[in-house]
């Protein structure tokens, strides 16, 4: 974050906002195809956005065929451009609009970068396609073909001139733009690529592209697959109302895509002019290349192509002062899709990694039996619906699960009939074995004051039932030549919410460990939704989502017989530090980035993801809470529970969010200091 900036402006998290333009147009009107231009340049400015693209041969109009080689038509685009190089002078943007150039008795299909009352480049096209509806060949000369690397226009000297150039922002430079056309996404190997490999962050295409049945679909995987490839942003814009359809027809197709992931489209097939806005998180984008190693070798391979790109800096004032919201939208389960049917293919998905990690790790060692202890609440539950899973893929039976209560100090009712039903409805070999007698036994050797009559519930007092429990577990394990499944989740291990060693840490073989929280409870109601398991098991599997989250190590229970002893009372809430967890493990966000992204994603009291799955409350925190909580979780994460995730047990990773496994993603030092990222939670305000 800018440290002198709003805290509630985007681009002081690095987001800019970019725009693309579908205006009206006439065919070889340049005079009216410029003043809609300039409309929606003015439009984009108003918006703050930072970048327009509009449509390839925008001032002229794509389909003008033999016309691109009359003088008047080509006049005109140049007086088009002239136009807008002074309407830009006032304005803090950048725009790329498209032109036919003729340049040494050729003649270009061009990209012309304008910002601030200057013309910064001009890029002509490469790949120009010459079959079926096309024939660009007949008409234009591709960039490979040019003798020089600078042009001069009326009224500018010395363009850079090629489809080598890179323009990067000075007072934010991962802003680094390139542009290309129409028919260079459409190639194996697209001048993008090397732009991207090049230092380019945000990859344009001024496209016309007819539509055709179908068409419209595989653009959108085109450009949301390259802008996944490159690691980039990529925009692009196709010609609309106004073209000619003396043999086509034109469906004005924008798109705005981040790293695979497509976050704003036009609505095609529209008479009037569109203006579509998103904004970029260009930090990200930095993140990721420097993460994916392979990125840079690719780039080291391929240094003699990319030593020819020519950078060309330019300034924008950011608009950094005022409050500023992006109109981007942030889910508050980043593990879950906000679709229905997305998010049920996703939950399904889940469940088979957990299910085949588990298959594959019992015919490796040959057992046939799994041991696991179930307590009543969410992790267990699921573990005990992995288990479930698995013996029926393996073709064993259910009483092949070895599943058992081990009430303590602070069992409740509650959990404990949950578990039961569980159990049953599953068909599973249930044991019971109340372990607060070998705990008492325990407490004496150590000469707790709890075993002489007082209520002392210390971290000792805790870490004996959790002990007892694993070591039960073990034994168990030993005697009836079965595995040990673990329980515990990813936010736990994130958090340090697990008792070390001989305790909810250890196990043969964890199924949950990089399963978050938040996740593991929409797998529960996914599974209890879809009644695979009958009724009953449904009702119990919701029940047990309504019950609150607890290790049921302090005695107590309210009312409602819930225990008193509440994990999220005494840590803070899953769902803000999953939501943490995801943007500082995933991207490497600093605190001030991440709490402005909770707080957009939290300030408004709309439910998000299922109801219920929290309780009646909990979805709309201040940024004071969330702050609060940041902390809580940067100190635990960051400096006091590396060292339990240094040595966990082996479990599968399930998601791109991120595993805590040293093997499977994740390695830290277990000395480390959060201090780093406590100093800034200062740029944080303490409130909205």
Not at 368 to 392: F, K, N, P, W, Y
Not at 480 to 496: K, P, R
Request: net charge negative; proline share 6%.
């Amino acid at each position: 974050m800018t440290r002198s900036g709003n805290f509630f402006n985007f681009y002081n998290h690095d987001f800019a906002r970019v725009a693309v333009g579908v205006p009206t147009i006439r065919v070889a009107d340049p005079a009216f195809n410029t003043e809609h231009t300039i409309a929606l340049i003015n439009k984009a400015a108003e918006r703050k956005a930072v970048l327009a693209l509009f449509p390839e041969m925008g001032l002229s109009a794509y389909s003008c065929d033999d016309l691109f080689q009359q003088r008047a038509l080509l006049d005109g685009c140049l007086d088009g451009i002239a136009a807008i190089v002074e309407a830009s002078a006032k304005l803090p943007l950048v725009a790329v609009v498209g032109a036919p150039l003729a340049v040494d008795h050729h003649l270009f299909n061009c990209a012309v970068v304008i910002s601030r009352g200057k013309i910064l480049g001009v890029v002509p096209k490469t790949n120009l396609p010459n079959y079926r509806e096309f024939y660009e060949a007949r008409q234009f000369t591709s960039a490979d073909a040019a003798t020089r690397d600078e042009i001069d226009l009326p009224g500018h000297r010395a363009i850079p001139f090629g489809n080598n150039l890179i323009f990067q922002h000075e007072d934010q430079p991962w802003l680094t733009i390139h542009a290309e056309i129409c028919e260079d996404l459409w190639v194996p190997i697209s001048p993008s690529s090397y732009a991207a490999l090049a230092g380019a962050t945000v990859l344009l295409n001024l496209s016309a592209s007819n539509i055709t049945v179908g068409k419209a679909d595989y653009r959108r995987s085109l450009v949301s697959s390259q802008s996944g490839r490159c690691i980039a942003a990529y925009l692009y814009s196709a010609a609309g109302p106004g073209e000619s359809t003396t043999d086509l027809a034109w469906d004005g197709h924008a798109l705005i895509a981040e790293n695979g992931n497509i976050l704003a489209e036009s609505e095609r097939f529209k008479d009037e002019p569109q203006l579509v806005c998103s904004e970029i998180d260009l930090e990200r984008l930095s993140q990721e290349r420097m993460r994916q190693n392979t990125f840079a070798s690719t780039a080291q391979r391929e240094l003699d192509k990319l030593r020819r790109f020519r950078r060309i800096a330019f300034t924008t004032e950011l608009p950094r002062r005022a409050k500023m919201l992006p109109e981007r939208t942030y889910e508050r389960f980043p593990y879950v899709p906000s679709d229905p049917a997305t998010r049920d293919e996703r939950c399904s998905e889940v469940f088979e990694i957990q299910v085949q990690g588990l298959t594959t790790r019992l015919r490796s060692t040959g057992l046939e039996r799994v041991m696991i202890g179930v307590s009543g609440g969410i992790d267990s539950t699921h573990a005990l619906l992995v288990c479930a899973r698995a013996m029926q893929r393996l073709g064993h039976p259910a009483k092949n699960i070895y599943a058992v209560t081990m009430p303590g100090f602070a069992t409740s009712d509650r959990t404990l009939q949950q578990a039961g039903r569980l159990m049953k409805a599953l068909g599973c070999q249930a044991e019971k074995i109340d372990i607060r007698e070998s705990c008492m036994q325990m407490l004496k050797d150590l000469g707790h004051p709890f075993a002489e009559g007082k209520e002392v519930y210390d971290v000792t007092f805790e870490n004996v039932q959790a002990g007892e429990r694993t070591s039960h577990l073990f034994r168990l394990a030993n005697l009836h030549g079965g595995l040990v499944v673990g329980t515990g989740d990813l936010s736990e291990l994130a958090l340090g919410w697990c008792t070390y060693g001989v305790g909810d840490h250890m196990s043969h073989y964890s199924v949950n460990a990089s399963v978050p929280k938040t996740l593991i409870q929409h797998v529960i109601r996914w599974v209890a939704e879809n009644e695979s398991l009958g009724l009953d098991a449904s009702k119990t599997l919701l029940d047990i989502l309504s019950t609150p989250i607890s290790p049921e190590l302090i005695p107590g229970t309210d009312d409602d017989g819930h225990p008193t002893h509440d994990t999220e009372a005494t840590i803070g809430p899953y769902e803000l530090h999953d939501f943490f967890l995801y943007y500082i493990l995933r991207f490497g966000y600093p605190p001030p980035k991440v709490a402005y992204l909770a707080h957009l994603a939290w300030r408004n009291k709309e439910v998000g993801g299922w109801p219920g799955i929290a309780p009646e409350g909990r979805h709309q925190y201040d940024l004071a809470t969330i702050k609060a909580h940041l902390h809580t979780f940067l100190y635990r994460f960051f400096q006091l529970s590396q060292f339990k995730r240094s040595c966990i047990p082996n479990a599968p990773k399930v998601g791109s969010g991120g595993s805590l496994s040293p093997r499977g993603d994740y390695r830290a030092p277990s000395d480390s200091e959060a201090t780093a990222w406590l100093e800034q939670l200062k740029l944080i305000p303490d409130k909205d």
